[in-house]
Nanobody, 123 residues
Framework: QVQLVESGGGLVQAGGSLRLSCAAS????????MGWFRQAPGKERHFVAV???????YYADSVKGRFTISRDNAKNTVYLQMNSLKPEDTAVYYC?????????????????WGQGTQVTVSS
């Protein structure tokens, strides 16, 4: 069983920055792929970014160049640095763990999910 706890969400003005964190339990965190997804009000959840066990990073087109995913295996933590935030980035952000380690974009590929953290960007 892997537990994921997100933090770092909040209210920010357009153009601002936030850094989300996701702390994971489990002794083999370094072997997981870790992803971030988001769900805006009234919409489906969508892929944002993923980092593989080896550190390869992939992003949704909508956040490429603005968001950066990273991991600290010593702390069992994955981060999402969000810069140049826009009102359309407003959503609940979820982190997810994929035990297989390879980066995937689809929700069903992930084995564990956090509870989510709210990000609100005001215009």
């Amino acid at each position: 069983q892997v537990q994921l706890v997100e933090s770092g969400g909040g209210l920010v003005q357009a153009g601002g920055s936030l850094r989300l964190s996701c702390a994971a339990s489990g002794r083999t965190f370094s072997s997981y792929a870790m992803g971030w997804f988001r769900q805006a009000p009234g919409k489906e959840r969508h892929f944002v970014a993923v980092i593989s066990w080896s550190g390869r990073q992939y992003y949704a087109d909508s956040v490429k160049g603005r968001f950066t995913i990273s991991r600290d295996n010593a702390k069992n933590t994955v981060y999402l640095q969000m810069n140049s935030l826009k009102p359309e980035d407003t959503a609940v952000y979820y982190c997810a763990a994929r035990l297989a380690g390879t980066p995937m974009y689809a929700e069903y590929e992930y084995d564990y999910w956090g509870q989510g953290t709210q990000v609100t960007v005001s215009s």
